[in-house]
C-alpha cells in the first residue's frame, strides 16, 4: 500500500514553526547570560499570562509533567522570582505568582520574542502578516470551543 503523506499539510508547518520557533528562544536565552533554563523561563512567560495559577495549570499549559514543573518552580523561588501562595479556594493548593524580581527576565523575554517575531515575517507584508495572525487566532478558538464542547458532553 502506497502512503502520500504532504509534509506542507497544516500539521506539520505548525509543528515545524513551534518546533524552529522554540529553538530560536531557547538559543536567544542561553546566549542571554540569563542563567536560566529555556523551560525556567517558558514558566515565568506562562506564569506571567496566566496571573496568579496553580502549578498543575502550568504544567498543562507548558505540555510537561507536574513534577518538573515543581522542580522550575524550586529554583525560581530560590531566585527570588517567584513565589507560592496559599489557594483561598483550596488550602492544601499553592499559587505561583510571580515577583517584581520577574520583570527584569520578563522584559528580556519581550525582546527576544520581538527578534523572533521579526525574523518569522521577514518578507511578509504587515497586513498578511495580520491575517496570518487572525487565521491562527480563528484555529486556536476553534480547538478551544472542542475542548469545552466535549468536556461538556462527557459531563
Do not use: H
Not at 506564569?47 to 507536574?66: C, D, N, S
Amino acid at each position: 500500500m502506497s502512503r502520500t503523506i504532504d509534509p506542507e499539510s497544516f500539521g506539520f508547518l505548525v509543528t515545524d514553526i513551534a518546533r524552529l520557533l522554540r529553538t530560536d528562544m531557547d538559543r536567544r536565552i542561553a546566549a542571554s547570560g540569563m542563567d536560566l533554563t529555556p523551560g525556567e523561563v517558558r514558566l515565568l512567560v506562562q506564569a506571567a499570562r496566566a496571573g496568579q495559577v496553580r502549578q498543575t495549570v502550568l504544567a498543562a499549559r507548558i505540555g510537561i509533567e507536574a513534577m518538573t514543573v515543581s522542580d522550575y518552580v524550586d529554583r525560581l523561588e530560590a531566585r527570588g522570582l517567584i513565589e507560592r501562595l496559599p489557594d483561598p479556594t483550596d488550602r492544601r493548593a499553592k499559587l505561583v505568582a510571580l515577583t517584581d524580581a520577574a520583570d527584569a527576565i520578563l522584559d528580556q523575554v519581550v525582546m527576544f520574542g520581538k527578534e523572533t517575531r521579526e525574523s518569522a515575517s521577514q518578507g511578509i507584508a504587515p497586513q498578511d502578516w495580520d491575517r496570518v495572525l487572525a487565521a491562527l487566532k480563528i484555529v486556536r478558538c476553534n480547538f478551544s470551543d472542542a475542548r469545552i464542547e466535549a468536556r461538556s458532553a462527557a459531563e
